[in-house]
């Protein structure tokens, strides 16, 4: 039986636990990326491989293709693809029978009805019938990684879900406009305002601080441009380490949302045969 290809708008977190969990299905799967990823929890995003060259997230390999060529002998050897392909091209030429908007923009930034046989929206800005065949929950809560046949995910609310009794404090934003760097590794302990990076302004540097005790479960990559308020990294209050570098409950709810999604579509094909 033929592997059915899948492509993925976007590879950070989220979309990597949408990833993981459709490679492990049996799925062949491809990823498209900015040409400057702003993911923080780069520990368990195959946006990384943009970065590397390549990336590892639970025993699964993504690898940065430059070209079809290289992506086909990516997913024939067993590992995911991942191209640099913001407007998603490689749609056209490979042609895959699902694809999957996961870059989380909050909106809808292109993707079509018709763009494959079976088209998945991931969070706010998609409606099912419209510009998807269906939309996945991403909000944190009862219908996470629910799959949504008719209408819209929730809103996007700009506030982050509650973990360890924390929302909005469990993030780290950056503190003047400029380039980034980090002073703590993901993984690292650390107190409120401590410093885990800082923000080069052209004037100096200006220290980017943690607003809770816990663990360092996400921090941007350095030399990225950042301006003030910006996301920049993610404290866990729950001080669990191992949690930094495997695949969180909600992507992995996600991605199990939008497995059941796929499938969904393949039975009712069947039934109409």
Known sequence: MR???????????????????LHNSGFQVAMTELAVPTTVRRTVAFSRAVYEGWAEVENITGVLCKSEAELLAAVDQDRIAVLVDERCRIRESWKPD?????????????????????????????TAGVDCHCVVETKRGHDLGRCIWEGSAVPNTGVPGIIGGYGLERLVRASADGVFTAVEPIGSRVKKDQAVGYVDTGDGRVPVTAQIDGVLRGILQDGVTVWKGMKAGDVDPRDVERHCFTVSDKARAIGGGVLEAILTMEKSRRQSL
């Open 3 to 21: 592997q059915r290809k899948v492509l993925i708008k976007g590879a950070g977190d989220l979309a990597t636990g949408i990833a993981c969990r």
């Open 98 to 126: 699902v694809l999957v908007d996961a870059v989380i923009a909050k909106k809808n930034t292109g993707t079509r009805l018709e763009d494959a046989p079976t088209v998945i929206g991931v969070g706010p800005g998609f």
